[in-house]
């Protein structure tokens, strides 16, 4: 917090923006000075280095190799994850892992290599540890993927947490993608990504220093293979990426490096190896599986304005419904709660909310509900008080709790890395449940001081419980929101055991997924915003979260036509599907023409919703995402890696958005096979560009060949669209039959265990003679759904 977040407070609040930003200064200063007090002086540090290899010790999967000043505990699971940990630690404990360390591989063995190393060699990987430390991960074949440089440590004299380093060298052709939700990827180029969850005080641009959800994985694809390194240390650092260059022969190729920098936290690392399908598989084993949404939550989601009451909702829904546009549920922000209070509701202005609720549910809407850490120090107000009586606020260093800045003024936090705080916290969500909502969106969960500017709102110093570990908000600022979603999604499988919880946050770490989504924030008004929408996806499904989106718009600007219905098309293909009101003014209110393609947009994500949900289930089975890179299905192939305006969208589609102004055609760089053009029927073959037609009223949408869909039929069921397959070739699709809204086991390391009510039905498509004929996979009969055939006179 400095001068230039002074003036932008008035610029932001008006009048009453010095005052604001005054209360603000005030806030960041004493957070300084409680960690000035609460914080050791790190003074003189001494670096240190593993050393020479001393000796090994055989072990589960693998063993322990100790060096002069270190020691390196190396595993192997059964399904291929490496495992390693500097100065002995092991993989626990840690808020990723789901269902604790997976068993090791019993077929591993630790044996000597050359020149003084060690090994370890598993049926999936190769492990080479050198005399020095360095760490080599190579396949089965002996080809390396990475190389790990012995680490390097500077301790402070006086005792205290050591900051750390790590540089790695990876192919001269690698590719960098993930490290959570970054709005200048999906691929990542050179440059530094500090891994510390903020808000940036606006939307999100390219470049910005630190995201809503940073998180230290990293897949790195190239010709050699493709693998998975997740960095387990919550703790602040920076990632420094460097692309390679290939010497065109020469032999004087500069391999890829990343170097990360850690303030603090164990140096251990998780590393996976294999197609990018297997690597997000093992990835979700370890973390587990992704939160399964309601079926309503893979619909179209609408944020009124935050000044709007009770009728101006009733008045918003009224609209859409008259003009046929679909809606599927309305999420309410800050502005309906009493003096910006969390668990309370402002009844002037909604004076019957749990009315206004079961209307909407009556037409297939459902009511969502913003929930924010902080809770206002105020005598009186039941959260305050009750929270105070049972000690879950988090305190300084001295003792005192904690008061940051918050929207409803002076606040105190409570501690969600203590499963006892959870559990109280958990409980108010009853009260939510009561008043009508189904599900909740987790805002300024970082947690920030405010919006506006960005700020982290508790010191460094603040305590924290840590499962009983103890530690400071070093440690556990990258894991509060997490802690916060586990809160709520635990709480809500015992409040309403009938449905299944929905609970989006801003922010998150490794394993957010397990319990909910995550709403990428806010992005910028203008054009930019398109590409950084489809970043912060892409980033996070790599990463592991599958269900993610921003807001399609925001308050602020005021977007062209154009520019509303490319971002509306571009938003209807996310998981997470939601817009704002007042975004450059309601649908109906931009012309005839402009409405009816926003109906058009919105009647094809309802009638793909079947094929949402099965990329649903299969996510939280596999780990795949909704929203796939161009190279998924080839990783080799380099064109495919460098593109970066299109996605596949599961296994069957590719979507083209449009992310240029003035454009009604654009060119697409096509994956192997052929493809049709939804729209037109017209087939291209790839792999290789093709030019399409891109009007205003729609995107570009191709289906693969042989693809089968399942989609909402005229009639509201199910019915299976399949793309013919190419002469002598066959296809297939899956459908999940989803068969009720009850309690999935997301959060188990099995997530396919069959406790779920779910149905994974396969079907295959062949050609056969001039008709395309779908039959179950493995048996005989036809399907259960009406199928239509498209593409065949076209191939």
């Given at each position: 917090?400095?001068?230039?977040?002074?003036?932008?407070?008035?610029?932001?609040?008006?009048?009453?923006?010095?005052?604001?930003?005054?209360?603000?200064?005030?806030?960041?200063?004493?957070?300084?000075?409680?960690?000035?007090?609460?914080?050791?002086?790190?003074?003189?540090?001494?670096?240190?280095?593993?050393?020479?290899?001393?000796?090994?010790?055989?072990?589960?999967?693998?063993?322990?190799?100790?060096?002069?000043?270190?020691?390196?505990?190396?595993?192997?699971?059964?399904?291929g994850a490496v495992f390693w940990g500097w100065d002995g630690v092991g993989p626990e404990p840690s808020y990723a892992l789901a269902g604790g360390c997976p068993e090791p591989d019993p077929r591993a063995v630790l044996e000597p290599d050359k020149d003084g190393g060690w090994r370890v060699v598993a049926e999936r990987v190769t492990v080479v540890v050198s005399r020095t430390g360095a760490v080599e991960v190579c396949t089965p074949g002996g080809v390396t993927l990475r190389r790990d440089l012995p680490p390097r440590w500077w301790e402070p004299v006086g005792g205290g947490p050591a900051?750390?380093?790590?540089?790695?060298?990876?192919?001269?052709?690698?590719?960098?993608?993930?490290?959570?939700?970054?709005?200048?990827?999906?691929?990542?180029?050179?440059?530094?990504?500090?891994?510390?969850?903020?808000?940036?005080g606006r939307r999100l641009l390219p470049g910005d220093e630190g995201p809503y959800l940073a998180m230290p994985v990293q897949l790195v694809v190239a010709d050699a293979g493709t693998h998975l390194v997740f960095h387990d240390s919550p703790?602040?650092?920076?990632?420094?990426?460097?692309?390679?260059?290939?010497?065109?022969?020469?032999?004087?190729?500069?391999?890829?490096?990343?170097?990360?920098?850690?303030?603090?936290?164990?140096?251990?690392?998780?590393?996976?190896v294999g197609s990018p399908e297997r690597v997000l598989r093992v990835w979700a084993s370890l973390t587990g599986g992704s939160a399964l949404p309601p079926a309503w939550a893979l619909g179209h989601q609408l944020a009124p304005d935050d000044r709007g009451d009770e009728q101006e909702v009733r008045r918003l829904v009224a609209e859409y419904q008259g003009h046929g546009l679909p809606l599927d549920a309305v999420h309410l922000g800050v502005g309906h709660a009493d003096r910006n209070r969390v668990f309370t509701v402002d009844r002037k202005r909604f004076p019957k909310l749990p009315v206004l609720a079961e209307e909407l549910r009556r037409d297939g809407i459902r009511l969502v509900s913003f929930v924010d850490p902080a809770v206002r120090a105020e005598p009186g107000y039941a959260v305050f008080d009750g929270g105070g009586a049972e000690d879950v606020f988090v305190r300084g260093a001295s003792g005192r709790r904690v008061e940051g800045l918050a929207r409803s003024g002076t606040a105190v936090y409570p501690d969600f890395t203590d499963a006892r705080?959870?559990?109280?916290?958990?409980?108010?969500?009853?009260?939510?449940?009561?008043?009508?909502?189904?599900?909740?969106?987790?805002?300024?969960?970082?947690?920030?001081?405010?919006?506006?500017?960005?700020?982290?709102?508790?010191?460094?110093?603040?305590?924290?419980?840590?499962?009983?570990?103890?530690?400071?908000?070093?440690?556990?600022?990258?894991?509060?929101?997490?802690?916060?979603?586990?809160?709520?999604?635990?709480?809500?499988?015992?409040?309403?055991?009938?449905?299944?919880?929905?609970?989006?946050?801003?922010?998150?770490?490794?394993?957010?997924?397990?319990?909910?989504?995550?709403?990428?924030?806010?992005?910028?008004?203008?054009?930019?915003?398109?590409?950084?929408?489809?970043?912060?996806?892409?980033?996070?499904?790599?990463?592991?979260?599958?269900?993610?989106?921003?807001?399609?718009?925001?308050?602020?600007?005021?977007?062209?036509?154009?520019?509303?219905?490319?971002?509306?098309?571009?938003?209807?293909?996310l998981p997470l599907f939601r817009t704002r009101s007042g975004a450059g003014g309601e649908p109906w209110e931009r012309g005839a023409a402009v409405r009816e393609h926003v109906r058009?947009?919105?009647?094809?994500?309802?009638?793909?919703?079947?094929?949402?949900?099965?990329?649903?289930h299969l996510s939280r089975r596999t780990g795949a995402p909704y929203v796939r890179p161009l190279w998924w299905g080839a990783p080799q192939d380099r064109e495919l890696r460098d593109c970066e305006d299109a996605f596949l969208l599961g296994d069957c589609l590719l979507v083209a958005p449009v992310l240029e102004p003035g454009r009604d055609r654009r060119t697409v760089r096509l994956p192997r096979g052929r493809w049709y053009d939804?729209?037109?029927?017209?087939?291209?073959?790839?792999?290789?560009?093709?030019?399409?037609?891109?009007?205003?009223?729609?995107?570009?949408?191709?289906?693969?060949?042989?693809?089968?869909?399942?989609?909402?039929?005229?009639?509201?069921?199910?019915?299976?669209?399949?793309?013919?397959?190419?002469?002598?070739?066959?296809?297939?699709?899956?459908?999940?039959?989803?068969?009720?809204?009850?309690?999935?086991?997301?959060?188990?390391?099995?997530?396919?265990?069959?406790?779920?009510?779910?149905?994974?039905?396969?079907?295959?498509?062949?050609?056969?003679?001039?008709?395309?004929?779908?039959?179950?996979?493995?048996?005989?009969?036809?399907?259960?759904?009406?199928?239509?055939?498209?593409?065949?006179?076209?191939?």
């Open positions: 917090m400095d001068g230039r977040d002074l003036v932008r407070s008035v610029r932001v609040f008006g009048s009453g923006g010095a005052a604001q930003g005054l209360r603000t200064v005030r806030a960041a200063w004493s957070r300084r000075r409680a960690d000035a007090v609460g914080l050791p002086p790190r003074g003189a540090e001494r670096a240190r280095v593993p050393g020479a290899v001393r000796e090994a010790e055989p072990g589960p999967g693998g063993g322990v190799i100790r060096f002069a000043r270190s020691e390196l505990r190396v595993a192997v699971a059964r399904d900051r750390w380093t790590q540089r790695a060298e990876t192919a001269p052709d690698a590719r960098f993608f993930g490290l959570g939700a970054r709005a200048d990827g999906p691929r990542l180029r050179g440059g530094t990504y500090r891994l510390w969850n903020t808000g940036p703790w602040d650092g920076v990632v420094t990426l460097a692309e390679g260059a290939e010497g065109a022969g020469s032999g004087h190729d500069r391999p890829a490096t990343c170097e990360l920098r850690m303030e603090g936290g164990p140096l251990r690392c998780w590393v996976v705080v959870r559990a109280w916290w958990g409980a108010h969500y009853e009260e939510r449940l009561g008043e009508g909502f189904t599900g909740f969106w987790h805002e300024m969960d970082e947690p920030v001081a405010f919006a506006a500017f960005g700020d982290n709102t508790l010191p460094r110093s603040a305590r924290h419980a840590l499962e009983g570990r103890g530690g400071d908000h070093r440690e556990a600022h990258n894991v509060y929101a997490l802690c916060m979603a586990r809160a709520a999604h635990e709480s809500l499988r015992t409040l309403a055991p009938g449905e299944r919880p929905f609970v989006v946050s801003r922010s998150g770490w490794a394993g957010s997924q397990r319990h909910g989504g995550v709403w990428a924030g806010e992005v910028p008004a203008g054009w930019p915003g398109l590409r950084a929408s489809l970043s912060l996806v892409l980033g996070l499904g790599l990463s592991g979260v599958p269900y993610a989106g921003p807001d399609a718009g925001g308050h602020a600007g005021d977007p062209s036509p154009e520019l509303s219905l490319r971002r509306l098309q571009l938003h209807a293909y058009a947009a919105l009647l094809e994500r309802r009638r793909l919703l079947p094929y949402f949900m099965t990329l649903a939804t729209a037109t029927g017209r087939a291209y073959e790839g792999p290789g560009r093709a030019v399409v037609e891109a009007p205003l009223s729609r995107i570009p949408v191709l289906a693969r060949a042989g693809a089968v869909l399942p989609v909402r039929g005229a009639d509201g069921g199910v019915e299976l669209e399949v793309w013919a397959p190419g002469r002598g070739r066959t296809g297939g699709g899956v459908v999940a039959r989803d068969l009720g809204e009850g309690r999935d086991v997301s959060d188990c390391r099995d997530a396919d265990d069959g406790r779920d009510a779910t149905v994974i039905e396969r079907y295959v498509a062949r050609r056969q003679g001039g008709r395309v004929v779908v039959r179950p996979h493995g048996a005989e009969g036809e399907p259960p759904y009406p199928v239509r055939v498209r593409g065949l006179f076209g191939s």
